[in-house]
C-alpha cells in the first residue's frame, strides 16, 4: 500500500500523546497521559547491556505481575540503550519518569505491587541520584550523567518500542523522507547537508555532503548506499545502541541518500555478534516495506529502494570501506587500493554511497531542523554531537551523546562519574586500535576531529576507555598491536609483516628483553607503516604506540633500563618477594616451591631467589599469611 | 580435530542445497551460504564446503579462501557449550586476560580447543558491546557481566553439573 502524507500524519496523531507522555516533565506528562489509554507506562531497557544484566527477566516478572492482577492500563515498553548501562537493567516509569536502576525480578514484583497498584514511589529501588535529600524525585535530566548530553543520533533511544514503527513515526519519523521527496531536489538536499557541516561519524571525519555530492555526480544507471554497522572497535558500542534503540532512523536516512544519489538499493552491513540489533533491524525492514517506506513508488513519487541486511562474520578489517564492499560481494574481505573511490567504483562496480550508523542517524533531523539548527551546535570545525561509548575504568558506563566540543574532563568527570576506587586518571583512549591515548595533560582538551588530531589520537568511531594509574601504557599498546596483528588481513606486506614486527618489539620490551635502540626502530617503522599500508587498518595501526611512546616515554624507559613495571602489569617484570614482617616462618611456601626457589628456616621469615623462580605464583597461593606480593 | 569423522545427516544437506538454490542467484550468496551452512552443521568441514562449490558451481578453493578469512566460520566442530570471553579493550583493562587464564587452567585447553570429551570449547572474542559488564563472558550465547576468575570457574563448574 502506498503511504501518502495524510495516513502518515493519522498515524502520528494517533500515537503523539502516548509516546510524549515519556518526554514531558512529570506534571505535564500526567495530564497527557489522561488522554491515553494507558495510565502508566513502564519501559524497560532491551539493549545489549541491560539484556545481558537480565533485563528479560525484569520483563517477563512484569508482565505475569500485571497479567495476574488485571491492570488493563499500563502499558509495557522494551526500548533500545537509555545510556548508563552499568546501572542495569533499567526501568522507568512514566508520567512520573521515576528512574529505578539495578532492577531485579523481585524488585519488578514491587515496583507493580507498591508503585504501580499502591501509588507509593519504592525509592529504595531508584537511581539513588535521582532522589534528593529532602525525598524529592528529580527528573533523569537533571542528573550528573544526563545534564550534559545532548541527544540527536540517540534522540530515540530509550524512548520508543524500536519494534513499532508507529511510535516512530509518532516523533516525526518518516516526515523527512517525505519533505525530501516532495519538495527538495537532489541537489538541495546535498546543499542542506553540506552546511549542516555533518562529517562521517565512523572515524575519519569527512562532509557527508561532498561524499554524496560526487556520488550523485558521477554517471551511472546504477549506484548503492551502504550502511557501515561493522562496529568492530573494541570497546565500542553506539552503532550497536542506534540499531537496537532507534532502527527505523537509519532506514530513512538511508532512502534519503539513495533519493540524492539515485540508487534504488541499499546494503546495511552489520556484525553477526550483533543478534539484538540485527534482529530489531529486520523487524524494523519489514515493517517500513509494509508502511510503504520501502519499495516501489514510496509515497506516491515514483522513487523506488529496497535494503538488504548483510552479516558481517568476524573480520575487523572489513569496517574499511573498500574491504567491507568486497565482503558484500561474497568475496575475502580484503581492501583495495583508492582511487578510485567507492562514490566512482564501488560495490559490484557500481558508484556507492557509505556511511556509518550514526552519521545516518543524523540524517533526517538535519532535513526537518535544518542546517543552521544543526551548525550552531559544536565546534568552527566539528558541527553537531557525538556519541561516546564510555568504558574502562569509570563510574558511569554507558553511552553518551555530548556536542562536539565537550573537554574529556565534562566527559570523565561530570557525566561519567570520575574514577572508581580512588584511583587516579591516568590516560583516555580514543578512536581504538587506530587511535591513541591522550594523558591527563590534555583532559581539558575540547572534543573534535581536529583537536584530537592534534595530540595524537583520533575521533575514531566513539570508543572511549577510561585508564587508572594500574594501567601499564606498553602492555595497552601492546594490547591494540596483538589486535591489529591478527586482524592484518593479510593483503599488502607492510601492514602483514609491519604490525608482526611492531608487536614482537613490544613484547621484548615487556619481557625485559629489549634496549632503547628498540624505541628508534618503533619510530622508524611507525613512519613506514603511516605511508605505505594499503587501508587505514595497517596506516593507523602503530597510533597506539606512537602516541603512547609521546606521552608515556618515561615508562617505555623504566621497562627496557630498569626492567620495571611500575603497573605491574608486565608479568615478566615482576618478582614473587615476601614480606618479612608478615611471614611465620610455616614452610608451607618452600615446600610447595617446585623448583626450591624458597630458603628459610623454621618460624623465622623465608627468602624467595629471584634467579630460580619461576613464577608459578603457587607460593601466593598457597601463604596463610598474606606475606608474598608481587614486586 | 581434524580427524573427527563427518557425521553430516541427508536431511541437513537436504537443507543446505535447498538454501543455495534459493539464493545462489543474489549478489555475494556465498557469504550468507556459509553462515547458513555453519548453522546447519556447527561447522563447514570440507564436505560441507564441497556441497557450497558443487551447487554455486564454484571452486571448492574459493569456499575455503572465504571460510578461513573470516573468524566466525570454523572448519573445525566446537564444544557442546561453546565458552567466549570478551578481549574487547573495556574488558582488557577490567581483567579479562586473568578470566581466559582461569577458564583454561579449569578445563586445560587453550582458546581455539575443544577439551577431549567434547563437552567445553573456549574460544576468545572482540567486543560484545556489553562493556558496561566488563569484563564479560558468554556461554552458549549466555551473557555473564562483571566476572572474576573465580566467578567464571564456578559458571563452568554449573554446566558441569547439568551434564
Known amino acids: ?631 | 580435530m581434524a580427524n573427527i569423522a563427518f557425521r553430516g545427516t541427508p536431511k541437513q544437506e537436504r537443507e543446505l542445497r535447498r538454501f543455495i538454490r534459493k539464493h545462489k542467484d543474489q549478489p555475494g550468496a556465498l557469504m550468507p551460504v556459509l553462515q547458513e551452512a555453519q548453522g546447519i552443521y556447527g561447522y563447514l568441514p570440507r564436505q560441507v564446503q564441497q556441497i557450497i562449490a558443487d551447487e554455486m558451481g564454484i571452486p571448492l578453493a574459493q569456499v575455503f579462501g572465504v571460510a578461513t578469512f573470516y573468524s566466525q566460520f570454523t572448519l573445525t566442530p566446537k564444544g557442546e557449550h561453546t565458552i567466549s570471553v570478551c578481549l574487547g579493550t573495556a574488558c582488557y583493562v577490567k581483567g579479562a586476560d586473568k578470566i581466559l587464564a582461569a577458564i583454561e587452567k579449569r578445563l586445560g585447553i587453550k582458546a581455539g580447543e575443544c577439551t577431549p570429551d567434547g563437552l567445553f570449547s573456549i574460544d576468545s572474542c572482540r567486543c560484545l558491546g556489553a562493556c558496561g559488564l566488563a569484563p564479560v563472558m558468554t556461554v552458549d550465547g549466555e551473557v555473564y557481566g562483571k566476572c572474576t576468575p573465580e566467578s567464571a570457574v564456578e559458571i563452568i563448574e554449573s554446566y558441569y553439573e547439568e551434564v
Open chain 1, 1 to 631: 500500500m502506498t503511504m501518502t502524507i495524510d495516513r502518515l500524519t493519522e498515524i502520528k496523531k494517533k500515537n503523539e500523546e502516548l509516546v510524549m507522555v515519556r518526554r514531558l516533565v512529570a506534571s505535564k506528562a500526567e495530564e497527557m497521559a489522561k488522554h491515553t489509554a494507558y495510565r502508566k507506562q513502564i519501559l524497560v531497557c532491551g539493549g545489549t547491556g541491560c539484556t545481558s544484566s537480565g533485563s528479560h527477566k525484569v520483563v517477563d516478572a512484569l508482565e505475569s505481575e500485571i497479567k495476574e492482577k488485571g491492570l488493563k492500563d499500563v502499558l509495557i515498553v522494551k526500548t533500545g540503550c537509555f545510556g548508563l548501562c552499568a546501572l542495569g537493567p533499567v526501568v522507568i516509569v512514566y508520567p512520573e519518569g521515576c528512574f529505578y536502576s539495578q532492577t531485579t525480578p523481585e524488585g519488578a514484583k514491587r515496583i507493580i505491587d507498591e508503585h504501580i497498584v499502591g501509588g507509593q514511589i519504592c525509592k529504595d529501588l531508584l537511581y539513588p541520584e535521582t532522589v534528593h535529600a529532602d525525598g524529592e524525585i528529580l527528573p533523569l535530566s537533571k542528573t550528573n550523567f544526563y545534564a550534559k548530553q545532548m541527544r540527536i543520533a540517540l534522540k530515540n533511544c530509550g524512548v520508543i518500542d524500536p519494534e513499532n514503527i508507529e511510535e516512530y513515526i509518532a516523533l516525526d519519523g518518516y516526515k523527512a523522507l517525505y519533505k525530501v521527496l516532495t519538495e527538495m531536489t537532489q541537489d538541495q538536499v546535498i546543499d542542506v547537508m553540506l552546511a549542516s557541516g555533518l562529517r562521517g561519524r565512523g572515524g575519519a571525519g569527512f562532509p557527508t555532503g561532498r561524499k554524496w555530492a560526487f556520488c550523485k555526480s558521477t554517471p551511472g544507471e546504477i549506484k548503492y548506499v551502504c550502511c557501515n554497522a561493522d562496529e568492530g572497535d573494541p570497546g565500542a558500542f553506539m552503532d550497536r545502541s542506534i540499531l537496537e534503540g532507534d532502527p527505523h532512523a537509519v532506514i530513512e536516512a538511508m532512502a534519503i541518500a539513495g533519493y540524492t544519489i539515485g540508487a534504488s538499493q541499499g546494503y546495511v552491513y552489520v556484525r553477526a555478534e550483533y543478534p539484538i540489533a540485527v534482529d530489531r533491524l529486520k523487524i524494523a525492514i519489514n515493517q517500513a516495506r509494509e508502511y510503504g517506506f520501502l519499495g516501489k513508488n514510496i509515497f506516491g513519487t515514483g522513487f523506488d529502494f529496497d535494503l538488504e541486511i548483510r552479516l558481517g562474520a568476524g573480520a575487523f578489517v572489513c569496517g574499511e570501506e573498500t574491504a567491507l564492499m568486497t565482503s558484500i560481494e561474497g568475496k575475502r574481505g580484503e581492501p583495495r587500493p583508492r582511487p578510485p573511490f567507492p562514490a566512482v567504483k564501488g560495490l559490484f562496480g557500481k558508484p556507492t554511497v557509505l556511511n556509518n550508523v550514526e552519521t545516518y542517524a543524523n540524517v533526517a533531523q538535519i532535513i526537518l531542523k535544518g542546517a543552521d539548527w544543526y551548525s550552531s551546535i559544536g565546534t568552527e570545525t566539528s558541527k553537531g554531537t557525538k556519541v561516546f561509548a564510555l568504558g574502562g575504568k569509570i563510574t558511569n558506563v554507558g553511552l553518551v551523546e555530548v556536542p562536539m566540543g565537550t573537554t574529556l574532563r565534562e566527559i570523565i568527570e561530570e557525566i561519567g562519574g570520575g574514577i572508581p576506587n580512588g584511583k587516579k586518571f591516568k590516560a583516555a583512549q580514543t578512536g581504538g586500535p587506530s587511535g591513541g591515548c591522550i594523558p591527563s595533560v590534555h583532559i581539558d582538551t575540547p572534543i573534535d576531529y581536529e583537536s584530537l588530531a592534534q595530540i595524537g589520537s583520533m575521533m575514531g568511531s566513539g570508543g572511549l576507555i577510561i585508564m587508572d594509574e594500574d594501567t601499564c601504557m606498553v602492555d595497552i599498546a601492546k594490547f591494540y598491536l596483538e589486535f591489529t596483528c591478527e586482524e592484518s588481513c593479510g593483503k599488502c606486506s607492510p601492514c602483514r609483516i609491519g604490525t608482526k614486527r611492531l608487536l614482537h618489539l613490544l613484547d621484548d620490551i615487556t619481557k625485559g628483553n629489549s634496549t632503547m635502540e628498540d624505541l628508534d626502530k618503533i619510530e622508524e617503522l611507525s613512519a613506514h607503516m603511516r605511508v605505505s599500508c594499503l587501508c587505514a587498518l595497517g596506516q593507523t595501526a602503530s597510533n597506539p604506540v606512537v602516541s603512547t611512546l609521546r606521552y608515556f616515554h618515561e615508562e617505555y624507559v623504566d621497562h627496557i633500563q630498569n626492567k620495571r613495571c611500575a603497573a605491574k602489569k608486565c608479568k615478566d617484570l615482576l618478582h614473587y618477594v615476601i614480606d618479612p614482617e608478615k611471614c611465620k616462618g610455616c614452610t608451607l611456601c618452600s615446600r610447595n616451591c617446585p623448583v626450591g626457589a624458597i630458603s628459610g628456616k623454621v618460624k623465622q621469615p623465608h627468602y624467595i631467589d629471584k634467579s630460580v623462580c619461576i613464577k608459578c605464583g603457587l607460593c601466593k597461593q598457597n601463604c596463610k599469611f598474606d606475606a608474598v606480593y608481587l614486586d
